[in-house]
């Protein structure tokens, strides 16, 4: 009789090994998911946002052109008007990408806890 025996041990490890592996994919499986649907929550958002204010953009600039009695005038500060919230957010782009950096760290760091608490 041994005092271990190696074959049963080998097979054990090989098995936690096995299962390990496994419970590593359903998590990656599970966290895809979770992307998966975020990204298409926010794409749906995001499209309905973007759609409301192209028809916004195209109501208020035929308001201006009918305030200014024009037919275009309404369009042109319209345009100017994105063009300066463009200019403004290229010129202020570093202090945006340093504000979104930290907050998805913040939310990264929230969601490590919670995963921890919940095992």
């Known amino acids: 009789m041994k005092i271990f025996d190696f ?18 994919k359903l998590d990656l499986k599970e966290q895809s998911v979770k992307f998966l649907a ?11 946002a973007l759609t409301a204010t192209f028809f916004l953009s195209l109501g208020l600039s035929a308001f201006l052109n009918e305030v200014l009695d024009s037919t275009f005038l309404g369009y042109l500060m319209v345009a100017c008007l994105y ?9 202020m782009r ?6 979104i950096h930290l907050e998805v760290k913040e939310t990264d760091v929230l969601d490590e806890l919670e995963e921890e608490d919940e095992q």
């Open 94 to 99: 570093g202090n945006i990408e340093k504000k």
């Open 83 to 91: 063009l300066l919230i463009g200019l403004i957010t290229y010129l």
């Open 38 to 48: 975020r990204l298409l929550t926010w794409g749906i958002v995001i499209s309905t």
């Open 7 to 24: 074959t049963k041990l080998t097979e054990t490890v090989s098995a936690y090994i096995e299962t390990r592996v496994e419970l590593l």
